[in-house]
């Protein structure tokens, strides 16, 4: 826990969640241990579209779909979101959830390797939201990077680990020491950048919300 829980528990209380086929995939990915977006995260991440109103959205770790179709639904303008998969296990659920939020026709579902599959991208993205292989985050960016519009949002899920990532890699468990040294020059990477503007927040698992500056 990154925040104390009593914090969090209050936090949570104020907020209104879900409704509908959203309630019911966020339900069943709970049910059946599919990580999807905490519930602060989703209240930050649909203030940001309510603020942003990105029209084009790329994502890359798709799931089962819920946070696709949470950002199809909480955005108040219309959108197109490209998202990205590789586990084929889950890519017919997402697809089926997709189909039952109706809102498919918004969402494009690229199969696949997201490292391979970025290169490919074309097109700048108003919104990017990184909630993939989190080992993978350092080598996604350079083409993330590449496809953000300038004044455009990156949000990074999942960045603090539970809080791992403030402790040295000799106390971390060993077999999420890559995890742990990976994640650690991600942020470095995002922090010094100079083409990037960027806020670590204790969000949820941790959030990285990143600028791309206009100039």
Known sequence: MIVDERFSSYINSLNEGNNGILYEIEREALNTDVPIIRTETQQFIR??????????????????????????VNNPVSCHITTIENYEKRIPIAKENFKRASVEDRITLLEGDATEILKE??????????DAAKAQYINFYPDVKRLLKKGGILLSDNVLQDGDIVESRFIVIRRNRTIHKRMREYLYTLTHDDDMVTSILPIGDGVAFSVKKEQ
């Open 47 to 72: 203030t940001i579209l309510h603020e942003h109103k990105p029209v084009a959205i790329l994502e890359v770790g798709t799931a089962i779909g819920f946070s696709s179709v949470f950002m199809a």
């Open 121 to 130: 991208l074309t097109g700048e993205f108003d919104l990017i939201f990184m």
